[in-house]
């Protein structure tokens, strides 16, 4: 789980850089990387739920 949680964070990073791109200096390329990530951060936060929904379980 703690990599997991590595991994979001990561992700989130790229993603916010990229997203930070887009905005300040119209970096249509980044605009395109942030969505990439944005779907990425998606998946890796419901395999997030379902390990912690499963630990709480224990």
Known sequence: MKDLIEKI???FETFKSDAEL??????KS???RARKSSLELEKLLKEFRKSSVA???K
Request: charged letters at 35%; glycine letters at 14%; hydrophobic letters at 20%.
């Open 9 to 11: 964070a990561a992700e």
């Open 22 to 27: 887009q905005t300040e200096k119209g970096n």
């Open 30 to 32: 980044a605009g395109t």
């Open 55 to 57: 630990e709480s379980k």
